[in-house]
């Protein structure tokens, strides 16, 4: 339950800088750039952007998300918080990976339109991001 609420807590924070409007910014951007694909690739292709995306984004997130809480000097205060290291990053992982996951299945939805394995692309979007937030 603690880490849930670190991870609600840390969603919070990432909204508050912007990061979700960012995030819808780069969602539209794609959604777009694959409604203007003509159809018979537009799956493969769909499937490059969706699925490298959290690679590239969770790298640019967790630097800038890591330079804002050290210009808030957040980092000093790491061994006082209730949060032992590996709950703290793994709830920055989760935070960061739910964003991922949001706009990968908001991509495919809007930019397919059907024939998604929904449940699949979860889990892909969910380990991807997991593992490139984590490197």
Do not use: W
Request: hydrophobic fraction near 55%; glycine fraction near 8%.
């Amino acid at each position: 339950m603690r880490l849930v609420k670190a991870a609600l807590n840390d969603m919070l924070y990432q909204v508050r800088y912007g990061l979700y409007f960012l995030r819808l910014i780069v969602s539209i951007f794609y959604t777009t750039v694959l409604r203007l694909i003509p159809t018979d690739i537009r799956r493969g292709i769909a499937a490059v952007i969706i699925l490298t995306d959290p690679a590239a984004l969770g790298f640019i997130f967790i630097g800038a998300i890591l330079l804002l809480e050290q210009g808030e000097g957040l980092h000093s205060y790491l061994s006082v918080l209730p949060l032992r290291t590996d709950e703290y990053v793994c709830t920055k992982a989760l935070s960061l990976s739910m964003i991922s996951v949001l706009s990968g299945l908001v991509v495919a939805a809007a930019g397919l339109r059907g024939g998604v394995n929904y449940l699949l692309l979860l889990m892909a979007l969910m380990v991807g991001s997991t593992v490139f937030t984590f490197a």
